[in-house]
């Protein structure tokens, strides 16, 4: 995945295919709820093998079950295809939690 930032018409477009996410200047946001404190901590190991197989690392903040992702590639100055495919990867972690 490509680590060149994004124009507006792709990020538009990109987000178009993640409704959970929203944007944030710079950054992609999304909030989601887990069952219970153990699932959301698989959540975030789940994205934690995603992230470091990319190399690419997104802010993560737990708050009991309540998790929130920010991602940026901040050594291009905003959002790139890296930020999308993670954004993705992380949706795909939060559906398999779900679906335990």
Excluded: C, Y
């Excluded at 404190?37 to 708050?63: C, L, T």
């Excluded at 901040?74 to 993670?86: K, R, V, Y």
């Amino acid at each position: 995945m490509s680590s060149e930032r994004l124009t507006e018409d792709a990020i538009t477009a990109g987000l178009a295919r993640l409704p959970h996410w929203t944007r944030e200047g710079d950054s992609i946001v999304r909030t989601a709820d887990a069952p219970d404190f153990p699932a959301g901590i698989r959540v975030v190991a789940a994205v934690a093998e995603a992230a470091e197989a990319m190399d690419h690392h997104p802010d993560i903040d737990i708050r009991w079950r309540t998790l929130r992702f920010v991602l940026s590639t901040h050594s291009a100055g905003g959002l790139t295809a890296l930020d999308l495919g993670l954004a993705a990867r992380i949706d795909a972690a939060l559906a398999a939690e779900s679906a335990r």
